[in-house]
Structure formats: structure tokens, C-alpha cells
């Protein structure tokens, strides 16, 4: 990639899991009642043809990776266990009791945390719970994330009995300077036992997650890693950029931006982590993403099919994603859902209402700037009726899009908006042009991690 446009685009933008991004939400406005009420919605038009999405967040770990970006509870106390799944599992039986007919369950994900801190027991009665009285959709796809130093062979097993078929494995960089420093410990060897014994139980898609930009990161230390992981060939991988957010997450304060690499060095790590993933056979997939050209993944983008909501892409879509636990989102098209963030509010919430604390009734021109979004980040372009476009926010995103248009990371005619090669880099950038919540109110801080 050209230095001077990774240095000209290297600026705050959000990920675009959602259109409002999160910080833009009308929480003032948000209501439970209304919530419900675009639940039910969605889920009378899509739940019979589409089936709907479960996103559960198991927060606990037993220690503090500090690198990480998600909403977590440290402790080594697994009596937490069981008073947790309970309370997730009354939270499903308030939504069952919005739906009023029987859910088709398409798609589970159990992410976190650490979702193999709980038990395979624990979790084969979370599991077990959820489906009770529900069908499953024939294209149905369960999958978990996992540590490699605590997946056990229980884990796997149980899970897999229970309908999983997909396993993603967090192991960010296999340099042991790296792995010090972020406090996140695990060996080749451990990701190597974890990964065989998924695929001899019968596991047909593994995913590992990888990180640039870490503290202490080197190119060597990269080139390294990816060597390993190319030598187990998982069928995904997700190749994330480090979002140093501390004013957030304030466990990355054990670490200075002095020991970041520069954006100069992290542009070098990403391209070439990107080229050793291409030359091992992967494809690039939208943002962030690569899979091997038969994985389901890879097919879904050829031919025009892959989504993107909270939990990142999928091969499938749904309309409907109910978010259980504590911080979890929901989106039920119409509008999004946030759970209250701590662990004792959240137990406390739920036996008497959902424990959404804000959230997001989107308007007509947030669905119409939603679709192109999501039109741009799954499939690299999208199209429009100048004389039906009912937004007009549109044509102002476009303009802001000339001086991409000019760098050749667009291309734009009277209808149609195309990503170029070169400009697949830029997603988020390319997509901010668009974002008329954003422009109409810029932050006065930082709200998100640098795009490159």
C-alpha cells in the first residue's frame, strides 16, 4: 500500500458493526416498549424463512489480557457459573415471551470472555436451555470461542454433541515478548492439541483471531507466527488491528504508546501478514477477514451473500440477533439493544424486565444510510434510485467521497458506488464519508481506534 495514503486515512473510525455506530444512538429516546415492539416486528417477518441469531457473553476470565477490548469480570471464583446461566436463561424466556410463537434457531455464538472459563456441564446447561422448545434451522451454525490453555477435551466434546461445528481460537501473537506484555499465555503446541483434536471429534470450521499492531510486536516476531498458523491451516483467520483505546479499557494502560509500533511499522506488519496469508491460499474477506477459498466464508463472498452484524461476518444472514448477557447487543433491524455492563446490575435487571440500558429506534434515513453501509462492508459496492432514494443524507455522503474518488479507492457513477482493489483497504474510511451521524456531530474526544 501507498505510505502516504495509509498516513492520509490513518484517523478515528468506528468498525461499522452497526449503523448509528453506538456512541450515536439516541439513548434519550430509547424505551423498552419500543424495543420490544421492533423486536416482535422483525421477528414475525423474518423468523419463519430466516430464523434468528443468539449472541450470548459469558464475561468472566481467570486474568486480564491487556490488550483486550471487551467487557470482562476477572476472577478464579467459578461459583459465578451457575447464578450467571440462570439469569441468561431468564432473559431468553422474557424475549420468548415478546416473539409469541416458536424461534428457528440459525446461528449461536457464545463469545466473551472466555467462554470455556465455564464448565462443559455449565455449558451444556445454557445450551440445552436456549433450545429448549425451539426448532433449528436445517442451515443452523453454532460456534464458540475458546482459549487454547483451557479448552479441554470435554469442551469440545460436549459442545460438538450439542450442535457446534465451528471453533475459534484467540491466539493474537505466538511471540513470547508479545505474549508477556499483553498478559495473554498460550503455546504452539496448546493451539496445535486443541485444533487436532476439534477436527478428529468432527469440528469442520476453526478459526484463529490474530492482532498487528500489539506492544513489542516485530515483523520478524509476525512472520514467525504466521509461519505456525500456516502450518495448521485453519480454515479462518481474523487478522485484526490493535484498537488502543485506554481511555476505555484501562488495563492497556500497563503499556505506553512508546511501546506501540509506529503507523508507519503497523502498515508494514498488516501488509505483510496480509501477503504470507495470500501466498498460504487465503482470500481476503472483507474487513479483517480471511478463509480459505472453500470455506463457507469465501463462498458467501462470491457470490454476494455475506452479512455482517455484531458478531462480525457470516456466511448467512438473519434480521434478527438477540444479544444475552451482560453488555451484549441486540439488533433487531429497526432499532439496537445494549445490556447493562456490570455483572451485578445485570443479575439484578433481569427477573423483572429486559436489562437493556440504552439503545436506538433507527429513523428512515438511518435504515437508508444502514443498507449502503452494510452494502459497502459485505459486498464492496451498492446501488441507488436517484429518483426513490429515500434518504437524501446519501448524496451528501457522496460528495464527501470525491477525495477517495480522486486517491482511486472508490469508483462512483449516477447509481453505483464500487470499492476498487486498492480502496478495500479503507472500508472504514470509505463508509465514515457515509456516516451523517457522525459528520452532523464530530466528537470532541476520541471515540474509536485509528483505521490503519
Known amino acids: 500500500m501507498d505510505q502516504n495514503l495509509a498516513q492520509k486515512y490513518n484517523v478515528a473510525a468506528p468498525r461499522y458493526t452497526s449503523y448509528p455506530t453506538v456512541p450515536y444512538w439516541d439513548n434519550h429516546l430509547f424505551n423498552i416498549s419500543e424495543w420490544k415492539l421492533t423486536v416482535r416486528q422483525s421477528f414475525l417477518e423474518s423468523n419463519a424463512e430466516d430464523g434468528i441469531s443468539l449472541y450470548i457473553h459469558l464475561p468472566f476470565c481467570e486474568e486480564l489480557c491487556t490488550y483486550c477490548g471487551c467487557n470482562t469480570r476477572i476472577t478464579k471464583n467459578h461459583r459465578v457459573e451457575e447464578p450467571y446461566i440462570n439469569a441468561v436463561l431468564q432473559e431468553w424466556k422474557t424475549y420468548r415471551e415478546v416473539f409469541g410463537d416458536i424461534p428457528v434457531i440459525k446461528e449461536i455464538h457464545l ?7 465455564f464448565s462443559a456441564f455449565n455449558l451444556q446447561k445454557l445450551i440445552e436451555g436456549l433450545l429448549q422448545d425451539t426448532h433449528i434451522h436445517p442451515n443452523a451454525e453454532f460456534s464458540f470461542e475458546a482459549h487454547p490453555g483451557n479448552t479441554t477435551v470435554d469442551h469440545l466434546q460436549t459442545l460438538f454433541d450439542l450442535g457446534f461445528r465451528r471453533l475459534s481460537l484467540g491466539i493474537q501473537d505466538f511471540d513470547p515478548a508479545v ?14 492439541l486443541v485444533t487436532q483434536l476439534a477436527r478428529l471429534i468432527g469440528y469442520t470450521s476453526i478459526n484463529y483471531d490474530l492482532i ?12 514467525n507466527t504466521m509461519n505456525l498458523v500456516a502450518a495448521l491451516l485453519p480454515d479462518r483467520i481474523a487478522f485484526y488491528s490493535y484498537a488502543h483505546i485506554p481511555w476505555a479499557k484501562p488495563g492497556q494502560r500497563l503499556f505506553t504508546e512508546k511501546n506501540l509500533p509506529n503507523p508507519k511499522e503497523k502498515n508494514k506488519l498488516y501488509e505483510v501478514g496480509r501477503g504470507l496469508l495470500k501466498h498460504y491460499g487465503y482470500k481476503d474477506i472483507g474487513m479483517d477477514h480471511f478463509a480459505l477459498p472453500g470455506d463457507a466464508l469465501s463462498l458467501a463472498e462470491t457470490s454476494g451473500s455475506l452479512h455482517r452484524n455484531f458478531m462480525g461476518y457470516t456466511h ?10 451482560v453488555s451484549a447487543i441486540s439488533d433487531s433491524w429497526y432499532g439496537f439493544a445494549q445490556n447493562v455492563k456490570t455483572v451485578e446490575e445485570y443479575l439484578k435487571l433481569v427477573n423483572d424486565n429486559l436489562p437493556a440500558i440504552k439503545g436506538h429506534i433507527l429513523t428512515n434515513e438511518d435504515l437508508c444510510l444502514r443498507k449502503h453501509i452494510n452494502n459497502i462492508m459485505c459486498k464492496g459496492y451498492t446501488s441507488w434510485n436517484i429518483h426513490d432514494e429515500p434518504c437524501e443524507l446519501l448524496f451528501d455522503g457522496l460528495e464527501r467521497l470525491k477525495p477517495l474518488e480522486d486517491d482511486g479507492l472508490v469508483e462512483i457513477n449516477s447509481w453505483e458506488l464500487r470499492v476498487t482493489p486498492l480502496g478495500k483497504r479503507f472500508l ?20 474509536f481506534s485509528m483505521s490503519i
Open 316 to 325: 448467512q444472514h438473519t434480521q434478527l440477533l438477540i444479544g444475552l448477557g
Open 212 to 223: 498487528y499492531g500489539l506492544p513489542l510486536q516485530t515483523l520478524d516476531g509476525l512472520v
Open 179 to 192: 505474549q508477556l506484555i499483553i498478559n495473554r499465555h498460550q503455546t504452539y503446541e496448546q493451539v496445535r
Open 111 to 117: 463469545g466473551g470472555g472466555t467462554p470455556t472459563f
Open 428 to 447: 472504514r474510511n470509505i463508509c465514515m464519508a457515509l456516516d451523517a451521524r457522525l459528520w452532523a456531530n464530530h466528537p470532541q474526544n476520541q471515540l
